[in-house]
């Protein structure tokens, strides 16, 4: 026997429906905690430049550059783990230095077949213009690393995000080239570059450089779609870190699998001259984070596309304050959670937060 709803009746259960529905609108989303990974209590009064991975059971593994200054000669690549069972990071510990020389920007990478690496830049001299890349494999899963042939031993060369794994099986290691010896300014000749492996990282060969109006470096890539090598980065501009109305992320894109990459382009997306990251999801969607200012490294924030780079209608602030948020890593881990890496305040702090993509849709 069938049921007829009487006029009253729908009324209600259409106000109900209505009322419901706004209540779900106007909820808050859910807060996003964030937590300390190193503190002033770690060796080394500077901490910088985060990177990680996940380990093969389950833990994670963040890496960072520590010491005196960012300009210090006593600078090493320290290393310390996440139990996710206990919620407890280890006790740091050093894993590259280079005596009277000073370490950089760490970049890992999980290779297809379980082995680690991690490209760093050692500086020569006074200015990162006298930087040489170097790298280090673990066969163990972090536990011990030996040196290993870096892609190049050019001078000029820095890393900041992480590689990542072509379709076939491939690496590809975003780096930047600034021939600028002044702290203060990146110039308008630096730009981003990639070097591409053979599947046994034998072999390298370098990319042209990607050119744009105020220089661009730092860039960030990911895989647009499934395998048919369509690749986006987006970069750090040039210029100084006064702040400007025009400063903006700069966006490159490649159509074969990163052998050649589009001019710069400048984006929307606002950039004081900090690294942003860039990465796809499990989901297949991209997520970008980047200091949503073109003065301030604050916000630190993230936007989420889900069509494949052509629109971000969803973002979020991640972290907003009186300090500075910058350098962020993002990782996504098996089980689908997220993990924003980034270092906080004076550079003393490496901090991170830990959510979901629905955190960022609010669905």
């Known amino acids: 026997m069938k049921t007829r709803l009487n006029g009253p009746l729908w009324k209600l259960l259409l106000a109900t429906c209505l009322i419901a529905g706004g209540v779900a609108l106007l909820w808050p989303r859910a807060e996003i905690a964030v937590c300390t990974a190193v503190g002033p209590g770690i ?17 994670i593994l963040l890496v960072y550059y520590s010491g005196s200054g960012e300009y210090g000669r006593d600078t090493a690549i320290y290393g310390t783990r996440l139990d996710r069972t206990k919620n407890r990071w280890s006790r740091s510990r050093i894993i590259a230095d280079e005596p009277h020389k000073a370490e950089g920007n760490p970049a890992l990478w999980r290779a297809p077949d379980g082995r680690l690496w991690m490209f760093y830049p050692v500086r020569q001299g006074d200015s990162w213009a006298t930087a040489r890349l170097a790298a280090k494999a673990s066969d163990d899963d972090g536990a011990t690393w030996a040196d290993a042939s870096p892609p190049t031993d050019e001078a000029g060369f820095m890393t900041r995000a992480r590689p990542i794994t072509l379709p076939d099986g491939s690496c590809l290691l ?14 308008e000749q630096s730009g981003s570059l990639f070097f591409r492996s053979d599947r046994d990282l034998q072999q390298w060969e370098a990319t042209e450089i990607i050119h744009s109006r105020l220089g661009n470096h730092q860039p960030a890539v990911a895989l647009e779609g499934d395998d048919d090598g369509r690749l986006v980065a987006y970069c750090r501009r040039g210029g100084d870190y006064y702040g400007r109305e025009d400063g903006m992320l700069v966006r490159s894109q490649s159509l074969d699998g990163g052998a050649t990459w589009s001019g710069g382009a400048e984006t929307d997306f606002p950039n004081p001259n900090s690294p942003a990251d860039f990465v796809q999801l499990q989901s297949g969607h991209l997520l970008l984070a980047y200091n949503d200012s073109s003065f301030e490294r604050r916000p630190l924030a993230v936007a989420l596309s889900t069509d494949g780079d052509r629109s971000y209608p969803h973002r979020r602030d991640i972290i907003d304050g009186d300090l500075s948020y910058s350098y962020p890593c993002v990782l996504q881990v098996a089980d689908g959670t997220i993990y924003l890496f980034f270092t906080a305040g004076s550079r003393s702090h490496i901090k991170y937060a830990r959510f979901t993509e629905q955190d960022i849709t609010g669905e």
């Not at 910088?48 to 093969?56: I, K, P, V, W």
């Not at 975003?174 to 110039?187: L, R, W």
């Open 43 to 59: 060796p080394g009064r500077y901490k910088h430049a985060a990177s990680a991975c996940e380990l093969e059971n389950g833990d």
């Open 174 to 187: 975003p780096v930047d080239f600034n021939p600028s010896t002044d702290p203060e300014f990146v110039s």
